[in-house]
């Protein structure tokens, strides 16, 4: 199964792998899982960490590079991505949601969130 993290969840995995849920646990460690990331949460999380956020002190430069070594997916932003974000409902605010939203709607790969509103935008997206 294709799996795109939302943010929350890439850094729990990459560095606090004890605050997965046991589903979220179960999805991320199943074999046939293909796991990917979006150059929206390195965004997010330079941002974040830039506002002296606490929950975002990560290098998102060592970050990537882990996750790619990892076996890692990235998914880039592009114009079908940013044009499909407004095409969504007003279900919820946060931008950076938004677009992961679009980009797994677009690139029809299953969203893993925490955010019980991300997970009403699509029968694509798992909340955890």
């Given at each position: 199964?294709?799996?795109?993290?939302?943010?929350?969840?890439?850094?729990?995995?990459?560095?606090?792998?004890?605050?997965?849920?046991?589903?979220?646990?179960?999805?991320?460690?199943?074999?046939?899982?293909?796991?990917?990331?979006?150059v929206?949460?390195?965004?997010?999380?330079?941002?974040?960490?830039s506002?002296?956020?606490?929950?975002?002190?990560?290098?998102?430069?060592?970050?990537?590079?882990?996750?790619?070594?990892n076996?890692?997916?990235?998914?880039?932003?592009?114009?079908?991505?940013?044009?499909?974000?407004?095409?969504l409902?007003?279900?919820?605010?946060?931008p950076?949601?938004?677009?992961?939203?679009?980009?797994?709607?677009?690139?029809?790969?299953?969203?893993?969130?925490?955010?019980?509103?991300?997970?009403?935008?699509?029968?694509?997206?798992?909340?955890?």
């Amino acid at each position: 199964m294709n799996l795109l993290l939302d943010t929350q969840l890439l850094l729990w995995a990459a560095g606090e792998p004890a605050r997965l849920t046991p589903k979220a646990a179960r999805l991320i460690e199943a074999d046939d899982s293909i796991l990917h990331f979006s150059v929206a949460s390195l965004w997010e999380i330079v941002i974040k960490a830039s506002l002296g956020r606490d929950d975002f002190q990560v290098d998102p430069h060592s970050l990537r590079r882990n996750l790619l070594e990892n076996g890692f997916r990235e998914v880039e932003i592009g114009a079908a991505h940013v044009l499909k974000v407004g095409g969504l409902p007003p279900l919820h605010k946060d931008p950076f949601d938004r677009l992961l939203v679009a980009q797994s709607v677009k690139e029809g790969v299953t969203l893993v969130t925490t955010d019980a509103l991300v997970a009403r935008y699509s029968p694509l997206i798992i909340e955890v």
